[in-house]
């Protein structure tokens, strides 16, 4: 996947031998080469995250279309707007490749079908009227000339942001579809076709959408649908924080990025569904989540005692989490007096060590995606216990 990494290392390397080097090849001598890691997505909020060291220019990317519905979307950084072109190698056969920019609003800005009559490659010129005016980021999209991107709820031809291309398949085409002045939302299909169609997109005045260790700042308020601030965990990259002081705001700062440089924020609050949203970069919002509702128990209840005494005393705590009233393990986030795991070793099972709280009881919180939260109370004499998840869509 860092294959970017490896090249721009090499090439530092081969700098360092002698100055003649950079006389030979001039400036700048570092730049990227992203290679499409598994299948990039096709919207703004699944676009792959391009990556690379700082101050170094992406220069190219390759990937491959699986087949001629395969629309493969990466987030770029606009650095110098006139400056910026793209084109694509690897046209031919069944692929004949669309390049179309993006906006970071996922506004249409310009698309091109062939860049040269008779060729299937596509090209986005520098300098052209219909070019992105400012930097910033953005997303570039390929895909075949059998799918459309589209606004709206994707009603052909209504909502095509840019314009049918028509012969010779030449034209430079801005946003001007009926669907343009909105934000792409989906892709409109025509026939499938070949398979591992692959591809590379040659870059001029580009960067990566990320720099290699940049980390990532999340805050926000996390409310019910009311707009009422809620007592929720608030967890990403294994840092986590309660916003329960006061109920709804959160902030966390200076957070490591997955390998794909998504950062994923799982927010858990009691009688409400878990929510978890991959996000690509820094964000401040509001984050709202849905109440449980009514859901089924498949727990045996159990009428926790008061012990006062027992009050800040640690003891183990045990169990599997699993699924109503099966054997089958689930993944979850568990929760108890401020401790917590997830239950993802393929077996359902956790362990914490925890305080007990003033009555010398603990509340055991379970959380998984797609399922009802599960928040049951005990005392020091019931440590081990299984907890059995209802499904969301079981609850009323
Ligand atoms: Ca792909
Ligand atoms: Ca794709
Ligand atoms: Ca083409």
């Known amino acids: 996947m860092f294959k970017n990494t490896m090249s721009s290392l090499s090439i530092a390397r081969v700098a360092s031998v002698t100055t003649l080097t ?63 072109s793209a084109s694509t190698t690897g046209g031919g056969g069944s692929f004949d490749p669309v390049l ?24 986005l010129p520098a300098a052209d009227p219909l070019g992105p005016a400012s930097p910033g980021s ?4 390929i895909y075949s000339n059998e799918t ?5 709820a994707g009603v052909f031809p209504d909502d095509l942001i ?10 430079v085409l801005g946003p001007t579809g009926g669907g343009g002045g909105a934000s792409i939302s989906g892709w409109i299909a025509g026939s499938a076709s070949g398979s591992d169609l692959g591809y590379q997109i040659v870059l001029t005045g580009a960067d990566p959408a990320i720099t290699e260790g940049d980390l990532v700042d999340l805050s926000g308020t996390v409310q019910d649908a009311g707009g009422t601030g809620l007592c929720s965990m608030v967890l990403a990259s294994g840092q986590f924080m309660f916003s329960c002081n006061p109920n709804g705001p959160f902030a966390l700062t200076d957070l490591p990025r997955e390998n794909d440089g998504t950062v994923k924020r799982q927010v858990y609050a009691d009688g409400f569904l878990p929510r978890i949203d991959v996000l690509q970069d820094s964000v401040d919002e509001t984050v709202v989540i849905t109440r449980a509702g009514t859901c089924p128990s498949y727990n045996t209840p159990y009428d926790p005692g008061v012990f006062p005494d027992s009050a800040g005393q640690r003891i183990d705590i045990s169990g599997a989490v699993l699924l109503q009233d099966t054997q089958t393990p689930i993944c979850a986030m568990v929760l108890a007096n401020g401790q ?11 362990a914490l060590n925890i305080p007990l709280d003033t009555n010398g009881q603990f ?22 216990n299984d907890v059995r998840m209802a499904r969301a869509i079981e609850c009323q």
Do not use: H
Request: glycine share 10%.
């Open 363 to 384: 509340k055991l919180q379970v959380y998984a995606d797609g399922f009802a939260p599960t928040i049951q109370t005990f005392d020091e004499f019931s440590v081990d």
């Open 22 to 84: 950079l006389v030979i090849f001039g400036s700048p001598a570092y730049a990227v080469d992203w290679t499409e890691s598994a299948d990039a997505g096709d919207l703004p909020g699944t676009a792959q995250l391009t990556i690379g060291p700082a101050n170094e220019a992406l220069n190219t990317i390759s990937g491959t279309a699986s087949d001629t519905q395969d629309r493969d979307m990466y987030k770029i950084v606009i650095s110098d707007p006139s400056a910026f």
């Open 138 to 141: 953005y997303y570039i999209a």
């Open 162 to 171: 840019f314009p049918l291309p028509v012969p010779p398949f030449t034209d």
């Open 340 to 350: 917590f795991m997830f239950s993802c070793d393929g077996s359902g099972s956790y």
């Open 148 to 152: 459309f991107p589209a606004s709206g």
């Open 100 to 123: 179309a920019l993006f906006d970071a609003d996922g506004l249409g800005v310009y698309m091109n079908d062939d860049g040269v009559a008779g060729v299937s490659d596509a090209s």
